[in-house]
Nanobody
Framework: QVQLVESGGGLVQAGGSLRLSCTAS????????MGWFRQAPGKEREIVAA????????YYADSVKGRFTISRDNAKNTVYLQMNSLKPEDPAVYYC????????????????WGQGIQVTVSS
């Protein structure tokens, strides 16, 4: 129902910053909670940050709290993840996801996924 495309990944030095963007197709973007997830090789996918439909509520994993910021611009059908002070444990494939129901901060609420984008942190 909705297609998601991530952009903005790449290679950065530890302590650096990236901003990931996720643009959704269609005109129903504001009907979805949006989340950012990541998956490192050999590990399970985990939620990093999430934002509700209106953008008024946000959730962050403890590991990124204070460093990452999720935001959305419903007029542009885009959700962002600003990643500051990147650490060696942050590299992963990051996925944008949309959820049509359930709590926005819970992984099972998400059922539409982008293709993933690589984030690499070097020292």
């Amino acid at each position: 129902q909705v297609q998601l495309v991530e952009s903005g990944g790449g290679l950065v030095q530890a302590g650096g910053s990236l901003r990931l963007s996720c643009t959704a197709s269609g005109r129903t973007f504001s009907s979805y909670a949006m989340g950012w997830f990541r998956q490192a090789p050999g590990k399970e996918r985990e939620i990093v940050a999430a934002i509700n439909r209106s953008g008024g509520s946000r959730y962050y994993a403890d590991s990124v709290k204070g460093r990452f910021t999720i935001s959305r611009d419903n007029a542009k059908n885009t959700v962002y993840l600003q990643m500051n002070s990147l650490k060696p444990e942050d590299p992963a494939v990051y996925y944008c996801a949309a959820g049509g129901g359930g709590p926005y901060y819970r992984t099972p609420s998400y059922d539409h996924w982008g293709q993933g984008i690589q984030v690499t942190v070097s020292s």
